[in-house]
C-alpha cells in the first residue's frame, strides 16, 4: 500500500511541475506575441523576470492552503512607457499609462476549470509618492477576487494604489496552440486595451 502512496505522490507533483512549466512556456508565447505588435511591450519585472504569485509559508490552516501557487500573474506596458533607473527598466508612472495583464488561476473555489484573466488597468493612483507599480503588481494578485468581483468592469481601490480597467476571461485547456492564443487571448487583450 505505502508503494501506492508514493507512485500516487510522485504523480501528483510531476503533474503539477509540468502545468507550472506548460503555463511559463504560456506567459513566454504571450510575451512574444506582444512584442511584435506596434507598441512593442515589455514585461514588467516586479523582482527580476518573474510572475507574481500569491503564496504563504505560514502554518497556520489558512495560509497552508496558500502554500503551492495556483495564481499567476504578469503584466506589460508599451516600451516607451519604460525608463531605466539605475539600469532597472521601470514603468513611468504618468496619468495616462495602461498596464496589460494576465492572470492565469489554476484553481479556485467559484469554477471547475481553470482560466485566464485578461485585460488592462489605468487611471492609476499611487497612495504614496515612493511607491513603485511594480512594487505593488503582487497586491494586484493578492487582490484579484476582489479586483475581478464585477466583470467585465475593475474598480480596485486600496491602501496602497487605486485603479479602473476591463478584462475577460477564458478556459485554460480551450488553449492548444499558438494560433488558437492569438485569436482566444491575444487580440481580444488587445481590442480591450486600444479602446
Not at 118 to 130: A, P, T, V
Amino acid at each position: 500500500m505505502s508503494e501506492n502512496i508514493l507512485e500516487q505522490t510522485k504523480n501528483a507533483l510531476d503533474f503539477i511541475r509540468k502545468l507550472h512549466l506548460e503555463i511559463s512556456y504560456l506567459f513566454r508565447e504571450i510575451e512574444s506575441m506582444l512584442l511584435k505588435e506596434m507598441e512593442r511591450f515589455v514585461i514588467l519585472k516586479p523582482g527580476g523576470y518573474q510572475v507574481t504569485t500569491r503564496t504563504s509559508k505560514g502554518l497556520e490552516p489558512a495560509s497552508v492552503d496558500l502554500w503551492m501557487p495556483k495564481d499567476f500573474s504578469i503584466f506589460f506596458v508599451p516600451e516607451e512607457s519604460i525608463k531605466e533607473s539605475k539600469n532597472i527598466p521601470l514603468a513611468q508612472s504618468k496619468e495616462d499609462l495602461k498596464v496589460l495583464f494576465f492572470q492565469v488561476k489554476i484553481l479556485n473555489g467559484n469554477f471547475s476549470e481553470p482560466k485566464i484573466y485578461y485585460g488592462f488597468f489605468s487611471n492609476i493612483k499611487l497612495k504614496k509618492e515612493h511607491y513603485k507599480i511594480e512594487q505593488l503588481l503582487s497586491d494586484f494578485t493578492y487582490s484579484s477576487n476582489r479586483i475581478f468581483q464585477n466583470p467585465p468592469n475593475i474598480i480596485f481601490d486600496s491602501t496602497y494604489w487605486s485603479f479602473k480597467g476591463k478584462f475577460q476571461q477564458v478556459n485554460l485547456f480551450s488553449i492548444n496552440d499558438s494560433e488558437q492564443l492569438r485569436k482566444t487571448v491575444i487580440v481580444p487583450a488587445l481590442k480591450l486595451y486600444r479602446r
